[in-house]
């Protein structure tokens, strides 16, 4: 089995930074895309930010040129580097990874529980 588990969320003001991070643990052979969703109250889940094995990132064109995603795979871990932050900044964010695990040859979408990120003016 598969855990990806987020941390860095918090309060924050308008303006401020806050880098999330998410790690996979469990039985990996390996891990294709990852990236971080994110769901405000009373709206869907939308992409924020992926970023593939090789590096090749995309972005949400409301957080273009403020978050920068990043990761780390001899950790299986990825990072979001939040700048700039606003208050429609204001959610619970998910990580989510592509991950092929022992003995298998396919790989299937695992998400973490989320993290709340809040921003306040």
């Known amino acids: 089995q598969v855990d990806l588990v987020e941390s860095g969320g918090g309060s924050v003001q308008d303006g401020g930074s806050l880098q999330l991070s998410c790690a996979a643990s469990?039985?990996?052979?390996?891990?294709?895309?990852m990236g971080w969703y994110r769901q405000a109250p009373g709206k869907q889940r939308e992409l924020v930010a992926i970023i593939n094995s090789s590096g090749y990132t995309r972005y949400a064109d409301s957080v273009k040129g403020r978050f920068t995603i990043s990761r780390d795979n001899a950790k299986n871990t990825v990072y979001l580097q939040m700048n700039s932050l606003e208050s429609e900044d204001t959610a619970v964010y998910y990580c989510?990874?592509?991950?092929?695990?022992?003995?298998?040859?396919?790989?299937?979408?695992?998400w973490g529980k989320g993290t709340h990120v809040t921003v306040s003016s």
């Open positions: 469990g039985s990996i052979f390996s891990i294709n895309g």
């Open positions: 989510n990874a592509d991950v092929r695990v022992m003995g298998r040859n396919f790989h299937l979408p695992y």
